[in-house]
């Protein structure tokens, strides 16, 4: 429930945005026109390599704009695979699989935090208690709701649901 009164106050701001410009991704901060709004959260985890310690339980929430071009900027709040509060602010993009209006693939990029003792030394790059991390997923999306697959690195993939607004 904390989530998602943190996540209300990023929907009002983001679905304020009315204005066309160049479609940059720096748009987003010059009231562009955002084509669409993504609130998600994560149905099912799983990991290749099962530990004890892992959870499968994320209660992932997320908010991601979509602009002109199909680039994406997002935020997600979730519990990691060991149960520890992190999230993950990122930019990518979305490309149609086979020109197909249901169909695509999309790519993210950001950083991760939330990563601690004892267990900070499970992603790469993690130093200061920020990592950078690479997510591809794919989905499908019918009307006003789509479904995700996505890829944690070598470690897991989760099957997340939204609507977009």
Do not use: C
Not at 56 to 84: P, T
Not at 85 to 110: A, C, H, N
Not at 137 to 160: C, T
Request: net charge negative.
């Amino acid at each position: 429930m904390i989530r998602l009164l943190v996540m209300l106050p990023l929907l009002v701001a983001f679905s304020q945005a009315q204005a066309d410009t160049d479609g940059s991704y720096l748009d987003l901060f010059q009231r562009s026109a955002v084509e669409q709004r993504n609130f998600y959260a994560s149905l099912y985890t799983t990991h290749y390599a099962p530990d004890p310690d892992h959870n499968n339980s994320q209660h992932m929430l997320g908010l991601e704009v979509e602009l002109k071009g199909s680039r994406l900027w997002g935020f997600a709040m979730f519990d990691n695979s060991f149960g520890q509060k992190s999230q993950y602010l990122y930019i990518g993009k979305k490309w149609r699989v086979l020109e197909s209006d249901r169909w695509y693939f999309k790519l993210t990029g950001g950083l991760l935090h939330g990563y601690e003792e004892p267990y900070e030394d499970k992603i790469p790059l993690n130093g200061l208690g920020i990592a950078p991390a690479i997510v591809p997923a794919i989905g499908y999306s019918y009307k006003n709701f789509f479904v995700e697959f996505a890829q944690l690195g070598f470690a897991a993939g989760m099957i997340n649901v939204g609507k977009t607004f």
